[in-house]
């Protein structure tokens, strides 16, 4: 899905920017939390933010991830009034935050940048109803394929051999995508890889027959394009 910023023109971007304060977030440091107050939006200008939901005490499903020149902290500030979910840097990031009131005053003053957050949001919806419909209906298998289908469209390279993912990807990471155990996750991909399904070369993994994540998940009756993590 295309970032917010760089869906807006240089003077549309300089508007959010000028409205803005710089703040730092180490890696593994929260940018909002659940159930707090959603009093501000965040743009990334550097770093990657994972957006997530607890489930449970000790599992988390992650709703998307957001990079360079995307936001954060939408669905809180324009669909209620506390955040729905947490916010935490994957790497230490650089971010630019704009207060509730601030935000929608500039959006009232401006219909097509109004727009642009309408269409963002809504692609961003669309992308993460997609995403919970392969955990939830296709079970822990293809809650497990739809995260290695969304690393392939991110990160992947097409080879004589199968889609070569270029990302490291790990069991533990998988786990937090979809809050299923590390345990489950690495009996599936045991079991894939004695199959011939996917090969694993150091921390990378190679898709060998793409064909059996899309039949698993019925990929040809979905029409979402933001297939991403």
């Known amino acids: 899905m295309e970032p917010i910023l760089e869906r807006l023109s240089t003077q549309e ?7 803005s304060n710089e703040i730092h977030i180490p890696k593994n440091s929260f940018v909002f939390k659940e ?3 959603a009093e501000c939006l965040y743009f990334l200008n550097h770093g990657i933010v994972r957006v997530f939901k607890k ?27 506390n955040y729905s979910n947490s ?15 601030t935000i929608e005053e500039i959006l009232s003053q401006n219909g097509l940048l109004s727009l642009h957050f309408t269409r963002w949001i809504a692609e961003s919806l669309e992308g993460s109803k997609a995403k919970i419909r392969d ?9 497990v394929a739809s995260v290695f289908v969304r690393y392939s469209n991110m990160h992947g390279v097409v080879t004589p ?18 809050a299923i155990s590390r345990e ?36 040809d009756q979905c029409s979402v394009e933001n297939c991403v993590l």
Not at 65 to 80: A, P, Q
């Open 13 to 19: 971007r300089d508007i959010l920017i000028a409205a």
């Open 35 to 37: 159930g707090t107050p």
């Open 55 to 81: 489930v449970e005490p000790n599992k988390e499903l992650t709703v998307f991830t957001r990079g360079i020149h995307d936001g954060v902290g939408e669905i809180g500030v324009f669909g209620g009034v």
């Open 87 to 101: 916010a935490k840097a994957l790497q230490d990031s650089v971010l630019y935050v704009i207060d509730r009131k």
């Open 135 to 143: 955990y939830i209906a296709f079970g822990s298998e293809g809650a």
């Open 161 to 178: 051999d199968g889609i070569r993912i270029t990302e490291p990807v790990m069991i533990q990471d998988i786990s937090k995508h979809i």
């Open 184 to 219: 489950t996750v690495s009996r599936i991909v045991n079991k894939w890889k004695e199959q011939g399904i996917i090969a694993k070369e150091n921390k990378s993994f190679l898709i060998k027959k793409m064909d059996y994540f899309k039949k698993l998940l019925v990929c």
